[in-house]
T-cell receptor, first 115, second 117 residues
Framework: EPEVTQTPSHQVTQMGQEVILRCVPI?????FYWYRQILGQKVEFLVS????????KSEIFDDQFSVERPDGSNFTLKIRSTKLEDSAMYFC?????????????FGPGTRLTVT | AQSVAQPEDQVNVAEGNPLTVKCTYS??????LFWYVQYPNRGLQFLLK??????LVKGSYGFEAEFNKSQTSFHLKKPSALVSDSALYFC???????????????FGTGTRLLVSP
């Protein structure tokens, strides 16, 4: 069964450094998402992406964040200058359908630790 | 904005007994509801969804959920729990405007299910 993959599984970085989290969505999917889960808290939406554009972003997704689909397979989340409060598990998800009723498939996540 | 609530932080059940994990929702318009499960150190796995149609939705691993419009609930159920069902369960609702493909999910706080042998 196809699955969403994410690398790295764990990233440790110092405050102020840039990080890039990588995702390979399921190949025929059209919609891509990033969510995050701070330890012990609920999963929060960050951004949705379709046709090489951001379609929606949350208040969390400020100017320090950016997303890109540099080629036909990868989908990346960049944090330009990390803060301590960016420490969280980051999940990538992809969705096939156009009707908005298809389920999202989530990757295993990247645990980001900012020190 | 759409929201879901999971009133129980943890549910304890003995193996072989039926289980229920509760979820209530608040939406404007038609609700699109989902259940996901998270095993330790793993991502979210889709279990089932309600879009329209039958109020009883069947999903993966023997789980089902009952949509109740009058009570605005979407409780997850399983007739006979397994120890391997122990995990974190999230209810979610689609929070996107209009008839588009975009599907921002709003998650509940999660309920930890602990099934004892």
């Amino acid at each position: 069964e196809p699955e969403v993959t994410q690398t790295p599984s764990h990233q440790v970085t110092q405050m102020g450094q840039e990080v890039i989290l990588r995702c390979v969505p399921i190949s025929n999917h059209l919609y891509f998402y990033w969510y995050r889960q701070i330890l012990g808290q609920k999963v929060e939406f960050l951004v949705s992406f379709y046709n090489n554009e951001i379609s929606e972003k949350s208040e969390i997704f400020d100017d320090q964040f950016s997303v890109e689909r540099p080629d036909g397979s990868n989908f990346t989340l960049k944090i330009r200058s990390t803060k301590l409060e960016d420490s969280a598990m980051y999940f990538c998800a992809s969705q096939w359908g156009l009707a908005g009723v298809d389920e999202q498939y989530f990757g295993p996540g990247t645990r980001l630790t900012v020190t | 904005a759409q929201s879901v609530a999971q009133p129980e932080d943890q549910v304890n059940v003995a193996e072989g007994n039926p289980l229920t994990v509760k979820c209530t929702y608040s939406v404007s318009g038609n609700p699109y509801l989902f259940w996901y499960v998270q095993y330790p150190n793993r991502g979210l796995q889709f279990l089932l969804k309600y879009i329209t149609g039958d109020n009883l939705v069947k999903g993966s691993y023997g789980f089902e959920a009952e949509f109740n419009k009058s009570q605005t609930s979407f409780h997850l159920k399983k007739p006979s729990a397994l120890v391997s069902d122990s995990a974190l369960y999230f209810c979610a609702v689609r929070d996107s405007v209009g008839n588009t493909g975009f599907q921002k999910l709003v998650f509940g706080t999660g309920t930890r299910l602990l099934v004892s042998p």
